[in-house]
């Protein structure tokens, strides 16, 4: 298995509401990854977990919330969202922090209302 | 601190013409560097890495890059260009070792006209 999994694979929500990310993977990576893609925009990370531990946060507003259950298994909680956070959500993964190859998954695209 | 610029934003070829992406970098540490591709809706798909090795590098879908250190570039090219290569492409550096965390350029969006 050489992919990461992203669900669902689009997702529509009101300011309100509570939903989650989903992303696997069953390579044995170690790394894993949250980025947010804008419109005709490279993606910008937003989250990094290197063996299941939260390694990096970068400034991300704390209505999102990264969870990683286990080294396969990346979710990302949403919460009181913004229209502007309105994106495409992609998870990636590598085989440590310190790879610097990452396997994307196909993201997330997220719809604000 | 590492950049990467990508110096065109668009790219219009005919298809069965060469494929010329233009990338350059800055970085005060040996790079590593790479190539990524996106199709429309889709994730991203390395192409093809340079990580200290070879300086002209072959990655996948008959992609080719040179790695030029007197001229701090990158640039990506294929020889005859097809339909199927219509995509987002995006120029990415990262520092060798240390935390991973990978710079992207602002990308080319790569048209390819029958």
């Known amino acids: 298995d050489t992919e990461v999994t992203q669900t669902p694979k689009h997702l529509v929500m009101g300011m309100t509401n509570k939903k989650s990310l989903k992303c696997e993977q069953h390579m044995g990576h170690r790394a894993m990854y949250w980025y947010k893609q804008k419109a005709k925009k490279p993606p910008e990370l937003m989250f990094v977990?290197?063996?299941?531990?939260?390694?990096i946060n970068e400034s991300v507003p704390s209505r999102f919330s990264p969870e990683c259950p286990n080294s396969s298994l990346l979710n990302l909680h949403l919460h009181a969202l913004q229209p502007e956070d309105s994106a495409l959500y992609l998870c990636a993964s590598s085989l440590g922090q310190q790879a610097n190859v990452l396997t994307f998954g196909a993201g997330s695209r997220l719809t604000v209302l | 601190a590492q950049s990467v610029t990508q110096l065109d934003s668009h790219v219009s070829v005919s298809e069965g013409t060469p494929v010329l992406l233009r990338c350059n970098y800055s970085s005060s540490y040996s790079p590593s560097l790479f190539w990524y591709v996106q199709h429309p809706n889709k994730g991203l798909q390395l192409l093809l890495k340079y990580t200290s090795a070879a300086t002209l590098v072959k990655g996948i879908n008959g992609f080719e890059a040179e790695f030029k250190k007197s001229e701090t570039s990158f640039h990506l090219t294929k020889p005859s260009a097809h339909m199927s290569d219509a995509a987002e492409y995006f120029c990415v550096v990262t520092l060798s070792g240390g935390y991973n965390k990978l710079i992207f350029g602002a990308g080319t969006r790569l048209a390819v006209h029958p």
């Open positions: 977990y290197s063996y299941e531990k939260l390694s």
